[in-house]
Each structure stands twice: as C-alpha cells, then as structure tokens.
C-alpha cells in the first residue's frame, strides 16, 4: 500500500529492537484483523508473541487510514458477527467506544437512489414512466422466451428480471467489482445471493402485502444493524495492540517477513525487517502465495508453482474531504452507472461523527476495485483525486467545487480470488504445510478466504488456543466442530449462521 501522504495512527510506541532479539515463543506475521486476535488471545492465556508487521499501521484490510485529522477506512468496515465469542472480543477491547449503528446503503443510477438490495417493484416506480415500460416489456419477454442454457449470471437474472433491469441493476456494478463480464460468471452465484426474490413476488408483495415468512426470507441476506468503532475499525486494532503491549507482547511495525527458515518437521526462524526471530510456534496471516515464496530453502517445485497460480484483486480509495454536511444519508451507495469507474462511494460522517474532525465538512471514500498495474492502480495520486472530484460532480452527489483535499490508499490483495486453478493449488500447498506442524494458517489471504473479520478472527482464536493446548482444525471451521472453553463456546449453529454472512465469491463458468 502506498500510504506515504497519510500520517500512521497507531497511538502505542511499538518496540523495534536491534539484533539480537529475544526469542518469542509464538511468532505472528501479519497484524491485521487475524495476528492481533491470536497474540491478544495468547496474551490473555499468559503466552508471550511477537507479531511482524510489513506496514506502518496495524489493522489489515480493517484499519482506519487517517490523513489531516480525517478518518477513512479502506472500504466501510461494519462489525457484526453470528459468533458470540468474537462479539465479546471486541467489546472486551473497546467496552465504551462501539457505536450501534443502523445500516443505509442504496443504489445510485441515472440520477436516481434505489433500494439495496433490490426491490424490483421500488426499482420499477424509480425509473420513470418510459424506462418502466422498457423494464415490463423486456421482462415480459424474458418470461415468454427464457433463455437456455441457464449458466451463466447473465443470463439467470435476465430470465428472472428482464434483460433491461439486469442492465441496470445487475451487470455494471458486478463487472466492476469482479472485473469480468457477467455472462461469464456462474449462475449458480445469482442464486445463492438473490434467495426467494423475482418480479413477480415483489410486485405481488407490494400489493396485497409481505407475509413474516417472506419478509424474513428476503432480508436473510441483510445486516440491517452493525457496530462500529467510533474511530473506525482501526481503533479496535490500536486498542488490541496495546493491550497485547501491557501484556507481553510485542507488535513490531515495519518489518515485513522476507525469508522464513524451515526444516523437516518444523518451522524455526523468521526474518523481518532485517532481523531474525525464532521461535516455537508460528502462525501466518500474510498471503499464502508470500509465505511459500519466502520459504528457505524453497519448497519442491510443484509447490512453488501452486502458490504462485493463486492470485488476488486490488483495491483503492480516494478519500475526498468536502465544505458542507448531508450530503445524502447513506453510509454508503453502490454506483451503478457505467459513466464512471469508481464503484462505491463511503460517507465516513454517516458511520460516525467522530471520522470528521471538522463537523462543517465531509468525508467520502470513493472505491475503485483494481487490479495492481491496471490504469487506475498506477495512476500518481493527483490523477486519481481529480477523477474523484470529477466523478462526484458528475454523479451530482456532490459539488466538485466543494472538494478542498484528498488522499489515496492503495490496498494490495483485496481480495483472494476464486478460479479454476485455485482449489486444487491451495489443496497442493496445503499438503506440503502438513510437514511443518508447528506453522498455521489463518485469516483472509493467510487461508485464501474471501471472508469477513469475524471468521479471520475466528481461524486466529483457535489457532492460539491450539498452542494453549487445544486440538482444533482451522479449516473445517465452518463444518463440524464444536469449541469450548472457560464455560464459553462456539457452537456449530453460531458457525452455520457466521457462515451464511459470510461474502459469497462468484466463478467463473467454465471452472
Ligand atoms: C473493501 C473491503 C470491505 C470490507 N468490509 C468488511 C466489513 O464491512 N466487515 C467485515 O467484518 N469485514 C470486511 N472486510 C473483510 C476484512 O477486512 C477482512 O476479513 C480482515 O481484514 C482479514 O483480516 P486478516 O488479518 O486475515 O488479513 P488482513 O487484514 O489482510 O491483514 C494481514 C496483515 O498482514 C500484513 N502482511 C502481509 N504480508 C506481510 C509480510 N510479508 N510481512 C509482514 N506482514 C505482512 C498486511 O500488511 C496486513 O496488515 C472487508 C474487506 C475489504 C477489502
């Protein structure tokens, strides 16, 4: 991440020490959402760690960026979570400081705002008389000549809702987000995200009314109510470093993980930031194609070669510090006009007051998913600022004119990606990690996981309680085990419900 214009926010003085350095008996690498969950777990269980950070911030994808007294985070992070035992981590960390928000997020086309998620018969009346029209006719037809074979994202949803309002409501903002073409995504993601809704319902739902049932079945896929920190996400992450601090434990800044020394049977140093650190356990958080490249001495071949067929999205915000308040209500809007690149628009006031240190003005994070080296990613940060400022004014959601600042965080590895090769490489790599017990995987990129913080906090809470003498397998968290500990547990409902929010990846068709 190139995050040179932004002042670091972390409060704790973290220790950076010359060689020789003590020898931690866990060494963390990564201190995103996942490391500081497991050392701030191992701190509490009196186990001493080490966690090597390669950024100068702690907190991930999850930390809270800050430039001249704003605070943005790196896409809006909402906390919430079907597990009761990370719900309580969290507020053990920060017990004053969650705000319970209400979530409002629309879509913007044309203009106009439009339910999210979807309610066709809002949809239809928000389109005018004309367009409305064009949308019954075309979903008319889809009904009378559906489309065979239904494979393809494209082509479920033009079937269910008429090829005009796939345009419109389905196509842009997935092709921007995924940076492939609709038609060649899975249908069979359509149908896990779109459970229970077609035109047809809702119309019938808007007239004679929602039975319970219905209702539930169509917000199933909602977080309506969320917490969140009143500094944004990285609060949480600054608190957890210095608890972990006041503890023992150490959270070293700067110091990527360049080499990691392994034998048979065993893991036994780490070299970060110029320094070497041993150790009994490790657990990694960093990207997994990362930490099979800096093994010493390299893995056999195949191994190499499986790590590198994994691959991932990038990402970047401009934030854009505006003159004048309310804006619009949202916390944030999905932008589904093709006109411009940017493919959501974060209004950090609306998450909480305190991300504005000025309350005359505003903040908004405009989201840009990239890929490293595409034009966007390597446009220089004044480039990217003006677009903002032209991509607001041109939307209307803001006056170009009003815009006195901006900054630009580039987030690299967004997103782990799903594609054909993915599954068999992972399980490739993942074999020859059997040989090194005494490493584990967890998090987001640590396990290839598009997941949110609570299921990366939760592979890093078992993973520390493995060290404290647990036995539980990380990768089967979603499946089929139960966990107890001190009278607390994760029960395997929590776990199916925690699942089920979990973000759903689309394929591609041929995989
Ligand atoms: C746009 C966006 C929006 C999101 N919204 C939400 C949301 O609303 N709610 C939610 O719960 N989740 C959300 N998430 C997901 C959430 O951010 C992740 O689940 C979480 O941050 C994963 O935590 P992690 O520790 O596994 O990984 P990360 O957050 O990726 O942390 C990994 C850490 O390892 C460090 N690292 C990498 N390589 C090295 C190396 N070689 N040496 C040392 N350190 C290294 C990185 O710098 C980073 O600090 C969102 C993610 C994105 C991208």
């Not at 490489?425 to 005494?438: G, H, K």
């Amino acid at each position: 991440m190139d995050n040179s214009s932004l002042s670091p926010i972390l409060t704790v003085p973290v220790t950076i020490r010359d060689f020789p350095m003590p020898s931690y008996p866990v060494v963390i690498m990564g201190a995103g959402p996942a490391g500081l969950t497991a050392a701030y777990e191992l701190a509490k269980g009196g186990v001493a760690s080490i966690t090597l950070e390669a950024e100068n911030i702690v907190g991930g994808l999850a930390q809270t960026a800050t430039y001249k007294g704003y605070r943005f985070d790196i896409g809006g992070h909402r906390f919430f979570t079907k597990v009761s035992a990370v719900e309580q981590l969290w507020k053990e960390i920060l017990p004053n400081d969650m705000l319970a928000r209400s979530r409002m997020s629309r879509i913007f086309y044309n203009g106009k705002f439009f339910a999210y998620p979807l309610k066709p018969f809002n949809a239809l009346m928000g389109l005018g008389l004309i367009e409305t029209f064009r949308c019954v006719a075309s979903y008319g037809w889809a009904r009378l000549f559906p489309r065979k074979p239904e494979n393809d994202f494209a082509t479920w949803i033009s079937n269910r809702f008429g090829n005009r309002l796939f345009s419109i409501f389905f196509k842009t903002y997935t092709e921007k987000v995924w940076g492939i073409p609709c038609s060649e995504i899975q249908a069979e993601w359509a149908a896990q995200r779109i459970k229970g809704l077609s035109l047809f319902t809702a119309v019938k739902n808007a007239l004679i009314g929602e039975t319970a049932k219905r209702k539930d079945d169509v917000v199933k896929t909602l977080i309506d109510e969320f917490l969140y920190p009143r500094l944004g996400p990285g609060m949480m992450w600054e608190r957890a470093t210095e608890l972990i601090a006041e503890r023992g434990g150490s959270v070293v800044l700067n110091a990527p993980v360049t080499r990691i020394n392994w034998e048979v049977g065993r893991v036994v140093s780490v070299e970060a930031g110029g320094t070497l650190h041993s150790g009994e356990h490790f657990i990694s958080s960093i990207a997994i194609r990362d930490l099979i490249e800096s093994l010493s001495p390299a893995p056999p071949e195949n191994v190499l070669a499986a790590a590198r067929k994994l691959k991932y999205r990038d990402f970047l915000t401009v934030a854009l510090m505006l003159r004048g308040t309310n804006l619009f209500p949202d916390n944030w809007i999905y932008i589904h006009d093709s006109s411009v690149a940017m493919g959501r628009v974060q209004n950090f006031g609306n998450w909480s007051p305190e991300m504005v240190p000025d309350p005359e003005t505003s903040c908004l994070g405009l989201e840009y998913f990239c890929t490293e080296g595409d034009d966007i990613w390597d446009a220089p940060d004044h480039e990217l600022v003006e677009r903002g400022k032209r991509e607001i004014g041109q939307l209307g959601l803001a006056n170009s004119d009003d815009v006195f600042d901006g900054a630009v965080v580039r987030m690299k590895k967004a997103y782990p990606v799903y594609d054909g090769a993915y599954s068999a490489a992972l399980a490739e790599v993942r074999e020859f990690l059997n040989c090194l017990p005494n490493l584990q995987l967890t998090g987001r990129n640590g396990m290839h996981r598009y997941n949110n913080q609570d299921h990366s906090m939760l592979t890093a809470m078992l993973a520390a309680r493995n060290i404290l003498g647990g036995h539980y397998d990380l990768w089967q968290v979603n499946v089929d085990q139960e966990y107890h500990e001190e009278g607390k547990q994760i029960t395997l409902e929590e776990i199916r419900q925690m699942e089920a929010t979990q973000p759903r990846v689309p394929r591609r068709v041929d995989e």
